[in-house]
């Protein structure tokens, strides 16, 4: 059969004009999205995103359209500080863009702000979801490098030490060079350590210092070196070193009954007499956060902001904000963030663990009661019981893991446990009284590494206070003589 020649000629310029409107609606999108380019790199942000609508109206299947969605979110994100408003832009590229390669950073930006949500382990589900679709969608884009690091650190949070360390590992094959390198390493390396391999732990850490010297990651190797090697590897016997810092003789403090180290090592000090945080700036004290009499407990925020507890005042937290009083508080002694963003508050005369979510919300852990409480690099705790005369390891959930008597190992019997603390490292340090008055220093295995008695130390004060510093030190607040000691 023959077509006549006028109908071929009809469908030919029929189809010449097709292809000439989806080149000019190809040419249109285009034009539109770089203008709303130049529109944000000008900080024109209302114009930017009016651009970007025309774009998302006019041509709405073009492959444009999942970068200015995507750009879009980034504005909500970066430029409004709003991430919920991020999530259905960001799940429009998902459901109506899925066939570009902007869909594989759209997922990944996806499970970021939802695993920044998270507050509990079931939360992480739809975030590691959207990090497995990366993975298994899109393996030669280069957001399969971060969905893999972002996978190991929801392991982490979850507790799946060898699950998130497959995928650390993952992300340093795909590329040793890249910046998250040092990032994954730094992970593995405590890893190993919570895993029990303090040698394998050690040489990722220095592999760290060597390929990325100039990183973050290899400052933060070099001290997670320095406290394993000397107190589990090289042990020296505690010596004193006097009032620290140099030069800050006795009364240069106001009653110092806490101390907390920030995410960056520096010291903050809880000073009575004054009702407030301070933290040390070389050998200076600059005030920090909101002031709370009578606090018993203080942590630090991964910003560096002290929170305190008190009885009387509740929890005090940012300049500014209203403190949250709960009821149950009686007589906190102990206190930290997990990784959940959950404050953990222990009460020496309730026999339990309050967690304080940070809608202000709260539910109890059933305990022993505790004489004081720490953080553990494992999302747990660690915590005193002069009840049981024992430390007590629990778990992120909560759960003992681990029981260690005060005296185990110990020449002489501890009864009482008057201060607590523990570092990223998993070391744990503790003032104790008894037969046996000091500093006794534990492994995260719950092994004995360092100790000494405050006879053998010279040491004759009112200590109530400890911290671990990034050099191995061990800090103790006098209250009787307000002043700093540092042990080394």
Known sequence: MHLPL???????????????????????????????????????????????????????????????????????????????????????????????????????LRGQILASQARKAQDLREAVGEFNRVVDLFPDQPAVLPAHYHLGLAARLQGQWARALKHFTEALRLDPTSPIAPMAQLQMGDLLDVMGDLQGCLLLLQGIRTQFPQSPEAQEAEWRIAVRVKHRIQKPTLKSEGPWPQGRAKGWLKTPTLLATGPKGELFIYQDDLDRAFVLQGSELAPAGAASKSAKAMTVTAAGVPWLVSAKVGITREEGATPLLLASLTAPNGAFLDGWQNLWV?????????????????????????????ALPTGGAVLASDANRSLLFLDAAGQPRLTVPYSKDLPASVKYVLALCADATGHVAAIVDGDYEGVVLWGPDGSLLRHATFKALGLNGKFRAIALDHQGGIVLADRSNDLLIRLN
């Open 6 to 108: 006028s109908r071929i000629r009809s469908a030919s310029l029929a189809l010449a004009v097709c292809l000439a409107l989806g080149a000019q609606d190809g040419d249109i999108a285009e034009r539109l999205f770089q203008s709303g380019e130049r529109a944000y790199g000008a900080k024109s942000y209302p114009e930017a995103l009016e651009t970007w609508g025309q774009l998302l109206q006019q041509a709405p299947k073009s492959p444009f359209c999942a970068q200015a969605l995507l750009r879009m979110a980034r504005y909500q994100l970066e430029v409004e500080r709003k991430s919920e408003a991020a999530l259905p832009l960001l799940e429009r590229i998902k459901t109506e863009h899925i066939k570009t390669s902007w869909a594989a950073e759209a997922m990944l």
């Open 346 to 374: 222990s009460d020496a005369k309730v026999a339990c663990i309050t967690l304080v979510a940070a809608d202000g919300t709260s539910r109890s852990l059933p305990s022993p009661t505790a004489t004081a409480m720490a």
